[in-house]
């Protein structure tokens, strides 16, 4: 007698007994919260906010303060300055949307910018110079305008403390009030992370004082500028912005150059013959008496 053939069983889907009751709520809640926020660790800024939008339950997850904190340090490469006034995510927008101060003011004179870099104030104090030779004296106290004229730099402080991000700026000479020159202005601008989520930024109450100039009447050979941290002056990291042949560009190199460490930001632009320049220093503060929120160092050709 033959065997009897089996029933074929037609292949079907694997049926669940959670799967009558399943929502996006449910599905990844079996899955541990952290495993997720550690997943966040590898996403970029664009990222985290496409899975916050795909339903509420990432929405919690990818909009935790410490995701973003961890995203903002991380992008910014810089360590933790410790407590700050906004949301870290808030504070990721200003950094990464492509905002520069000359969006905000005096739009008609802005050319072109790059970004740099982010830097530390762990200190009150900063060193603003345009010369970056080693060594750096720290001046004594006293008037900026004739520290400037004798020395080239000065000490500015009352520097609010934590994260600072550092642009390149090209804009036209008129913001230098010279109605002679019709040409361009390099401009280091240096502001604190929390700038542009202030309220006295937007309305104008916050703006920039002249701290003072200095004209060198004689050819200069580049356009150089610096902002350090008066506390990390003597730094190993610090140290790498006075070796210059590691990042100024060659002679014919009309290009500018940057260079960034943990507590200090420079920049160099090569420049053709010329019959000097004219350095304007720049702080802006938060009120008056305020702590100092960012700082320019402009340069353009007399």
Avoid at 19 to 47: C, M, N, Q
Avoid at 59 to 83: F, H, T
Avoid at 142 to 155: I, P
Wanted: with cysteine; proline share 3%.
């Amino acid at each position: 007698m033959g065997k009897r053939l089996r029933k074929a069983r037609s292949m079907c889907c694997c049926v669940s007994p959670r799967s009558s009751y399943l929502t996006p709520h449910s599905i990844f809640s079996w899955y541990e919260e952290d495993v997720w926020t550690e997943i966040a660790k590898f996403l970029d800024g664009r990222s985290l906010v496409m899975l916050a939008v795909t339903c509420k339950w990432f929405n919690r997850i990818m909009m935790e303060d410490s995701v973003w904190k961890y995203a903002c340090l991380r992008d910014l490469q810089v360590p933790d300055p410790g407590k700050v006034a906004f949301k870290w995510s808030k504070l990721y927008a200003t950094a990464f949307d492509g905002s520069h101060a000359y969006m905000f003011r005096q739009q008609e004179k802005h050319i072109d910018w790059m970004r740099i870099g982010a830097f530390l104030f762990d200190s009150h104090a900063a060193l603003l110079t345009e010369n970056l030779i080693a060594p750096l004296r720290i001046p004594k106290e006293g008037a900026t305008e004739n520290m400037l004229q004798l020395k080239g730099c000065c000490l500015l402080n009352n520097i609010r403390t934590g994260i600072w991000i550092a642009d390149l700026q090209l804009v036209r000479c008129p913001v230098c009030d010279l109605d002679t020159c019709d040409g361009t202005m390099q401009t280091l601008d240096a502001r604190h992370i929390e700038l542009f989520l202030n309220e006295g930024y937007h309305d104008g109450s916050w703006d920039y004082d002249t701290l003072g100039s200095h004209d060198i009447k004689k050819q200069a050979e580049g356009a150089s500028g610096g902002i350090f941290d008066v506390e990390h002056l003597k730094d190993q990291s610090t140290s790498d912005i006075f070796d210059l042949k590691s990042w100024v560009g060659k002679r014919n190199d009309w290009q500018p150059k940057a260079m960034i460490t943990l507590h200090a930001v420079a920049v160099n632009t090569n420049l053709q013959d010329n019959e000097g320049l004219q350095v304007k220093y720049h702080a802006m503060r938060a009120g008056k008496d305020g702590e100092v929120v960012s700082i320019r160092i402009s340069q353009q050709l007399l």
